[in-house]
């Protein structure tokens, strides 16, 4: 039995909470941001019903407050040290280098368990070793091989994410190969070229480079009498090439995630179109550039809106059958206060 | 009593269940359901806030929940229980006036800041730093520039000395008038010639207080009095610490992106660019009216005609070829014309017969 997930917000309410977001984080010179960000996840989770529940959203703000100051706190000894002694700036770049897996564990394990469907939390575990290799050793890999390891190395950081990933006691599974990422990535690079190239020639059919030409052959070239025009079009042709191949990435990356995922007997199955994607990045693009900016929630909500309406469940069973993890099965109260302790959002 | 349909969970399966939640105006509160019947009250629950149509959850203890749509009801009876505790935030998104009040205030605030709070804040920055740091932040600017663009000066001697005599004079007037009552003095401007290359005729102010004035805007200029309006200018600059200052205030617009707007653009695309850009280009045109303004009291004091500068400055936009193809807002300098304007209205007419050589 399929079941879809539905996107029920609509965009004038976000709006709002968007405006009111935005402004008291101006006003507050910023500390209202953990706030906003909490209350933006927390609608968007809510507006996203699956067999007629709602996700939900849990983070305490203070604890991403407090996440925010030490990476600024960091970051501050950081360049205060570069300033005393370069030297020893070399050493701490490896050791923040060595922090980085660190932080994507504890980041993405306190996204996860603030996150739960019926009242069961997700949860994410996984080593700082795996972490290391999947995001210090494995992007070597693109150095070796003059990125053409990329389409292999983002299959490997999905497994790493999904494989950690839990929900209530149940494992997510991941089985990929990396064939599929290759695809996709040739035709999202396929697509740019082709639409590059067309758009080019297109230009170039209605005279456009001769009009350069007889400006450079020019008797006096000035940049004032530059034909601007002739510009601006062939960058909105590239800058158009560059988004269909990016809705092409996107959409088959997104697709590849849910499809290859599994949770016990349940599968995912994501349909993203990336010509729907390339319209609506293009047309949200354009709305955002027009309302200087203004526009910026009704692209968010359509966006969330198409991506979440893509993807179905498949199960043969009801989906009640998950069980809450027991913090105590962890290791004790201990481990659970330790979490809670590091578990911060870093902003990675 | 109100009802209200509701979806419960027992906190340690994935299992909803349809329940009724009756809500009675003592306080009381009962859950019911197939297999499900509790009672609370209001002080023992853990309401989550509303926002927006999003379902709301209703914490029973022991991790149990209530999710349900209708936030109008639990709000009515949430008023009565648990009065004066009412979520602003909650109130200013739901309502089209408020939400429209904040945003107005927010954008007015930006506005404010970047207009006059940065600006403020770094001049206040500045005057409590000492001249040292302003030497250091220029320390490596010359060399840098030496090895881009200039090659040694080809003037000779007698001209230098000449030229060298003028910028001490101008640079002894430091004018105390309104206008320039922000100018510190303990940055001493010194003068050196290069040949501009690239640059042309030009003249630049670095932030150690060093002024570079090329062999080509020298003999570009037509008199004593056009020369003396470029090195007021320039010592204006250096005067009002405008190379520190636009440090400082470069810094103010990245913490202010970052910090107040960080959530909402980044910075790393043209949407976090373009505003920055557009702001620091503005702040560069405000420091060039204030050099402007600087330049004229001085040249007035010395008892130089100030609309020298505007005489040079059309000689030089006819040798540049004109402002380029940039609008106002895109440029570091007010236009030519722009410029001229401001000149002409600081400037009475002269009296007849005056100045002369």
Redesign the interface.
Same mark, same amino acid.
């Given at each position: 039995m399929e079941r879809r997930v539905s996107f029920t917000g609509s965009t004038g309410e976000f709006f709002r909470i968007w405006l009111v977001n935005l402004s008291l984080t101006v006003l507050s010179l910023g500390f209202y941001g953990p706030w906003a960000k909490v209350r933006t996840r927390k609608w968007f989770y809510g507006s996203c019903v699956l067999d007629g529940s709602s996700f939900h959203y849990d983070a305490d703000p203070v604890r991403i407050l407090v996440g925010r100051l030490i990476v600024l706190g960091l970051l501050f000894v950081f360049g205060l040290v570069q300033e005393v002694a370069p030297l020893l700036s070399g050493l701490l770049s490896l050791a923040w280098l060595a922090l980085l897996p660190w932080l994507i564990v504890r980041s993405l394990a306190f996204h996860h368990r603030c996150s739960s469907w019926r009242g069961v939390r997700f949860g994410f575990g996984a080593s700082w070793g795996e972490a290391a290799k999947v995001y210090l050793l494995a992007p070597l890999a693109l150095f070796f091989t003059l990125g053409l390891a990329l389409p292999w190395l983002v299959g490997r950081q999905q497994e790493f994410r999904v494989r950690g990933s839990r929900y209530g006691t149940a494992p997510f599974g991941f089985a990929w190969r990396a064939g599929p990422y290759y695809r996709v990535h040739l035709a999202a690079l396929g697509i740019w070229i082709v639409a590059s190239l067309a758009g080019t020639m297109l230009l170039a059919s209605l005279g456009a480079f001769e009009a350069l030409g007889r400006w450079a052959s020019g008797p006096a070239p000035s940049p004032a009498d530059l034909p601007w025009a002739l510009f601006a079009a062939w960058g909105g042709v590239v800058a158009a090439a560059g988004t269909a191949g990016l809705a092409v990435l996107r959409a088959g990356v997104t697709n590849l995630l849910y499809d290859q995922a599994k949770l016990g007997d349940i599968r995912f199955r994501s349909q993203v179109k990336a010509s729907r994607l390339f319209h609506l990045y293009l047309t949200s693009a354009l709305a955002v550039v027009a309302s200087v900016g203004l526009a910026v929630p009704w692209a968010m909500v359509r966006i969330a809106r198409y991506r979440a309406g893509c993807l179905q469940v498949v199960s043969e069973t009801p989906l009640d059958q998950f069980a809450q993890a027991q913090e105590e099965a962890l290791g004790g109260e201990m481990a659970a206060e330790a979490a809670d302790f590091f578990d911060f959002d870093f902003g990675l | 009593v109100t009802e209200i349909e509701a979806?419960y969970?027992? %906190?340690?399966?994935?299992?909803?269940l349809p329940v009724r939640v009756r809500l009675f105006a003592d306080g009381e509160v009962r859950v019911e359901g197939e297999g499900v019947s509790l009672r609370r009250l209001a002080a023992e629950l853990e309401i989550?806030e509303r926002?927006?149509? &999003? @379902?709301r959850?209703i914490g029973l203890g022991g991790? &149990?929940?209530c999710?349900l749509s209708d936030s109008d009801a639990l709000d009515a009876w949430l008023a009565r229980q648990r009065p004066g505790r009412r979520g602003l +935030?909650a109130a200013?998104?739901?309502?089209?006036p408020a &939400? =429209?009040f +904040? *945003?107005i205030?927010?954008?007015a605030? =930006?506005a404010a800041a970047v207009a006059w709070g940065i600006p403020g804040l770094a001049s206040l920055v500045a005057r409590s730093l000492p001249v040292s740091v302003d030497e250091q932040l220029g320390e490596s600017g010359l060399e840098a520039l030496d090895e881009a663009l200039f090659a040694p000066s080809g003037l000779d001697e007698a001209r230098r000395r000449s030229v060298r005599e003028l910028f001490a004079r101008l640079a002894e007037r430091a004018p105390v008038s309104g206008a320039t009552a922000g100018a510190s003095p303990g940055l001493a401007p010194r003068l050196e010639f290069r040949a501009g290359g690239v640059a042309g005729a030009n003249a630049f102010a670095l932030p150690s207080g060093i002024v570079v004035v090329t062999d080509e805007l020298v003999q570009l200029a037509a008199d004593e009095e056009e020369l003396a309006a470029v090195l007021a200018h320039e010592i204006g600059h250096v005067q009002h610490r405008h190379g520190l200052r636009s440090v400082l205030q470069s810094a103010g617009v990245s913490v202010l992106v970052? %910090? /107040? =707007? %960080?959530?909402? +653009?980044s910075i790393s695309t043209l /949407?976090g660019t373009l505003p920055v850009l557009l702001v620091e280009l503005r702040y560069s045109r405000r420091f060039e009216e204030e050099a402007d303004r600087y330049g004229i009291e001085v040249l007035r004091a010395l008892g130089m005609d100030p609309r020298a500068l505007a005489r040079l400055l059309e000689r030089l936009a006819e040798a540049h070829?004109?402002d *380029? @193809?940039l609008p106002a807002y895109l440029s570091t300098h007010p236009s030519t014309a722009q410029r001229m304007e401001a000149i002409r209205r600081a400037t009475p007419a002269p009296p007849r017969g005056a100045p002369g050589e």
């Open positions: - | 979806r969970y027992d %906190g340690r399966s994935s299992r909803a989550s926002i927006g149509s &999003a @379902p959850w991790g &149990a929940r999710e +935030v200013l998104e739901r309502h089209w &939400a =429209l +904040v *945003g205030a927010g954008a605030l =930006l970052a %910090g /107040a =707007l %960080g959530d909402f +653009v /949407a070829g004109g *380029g @193809p």
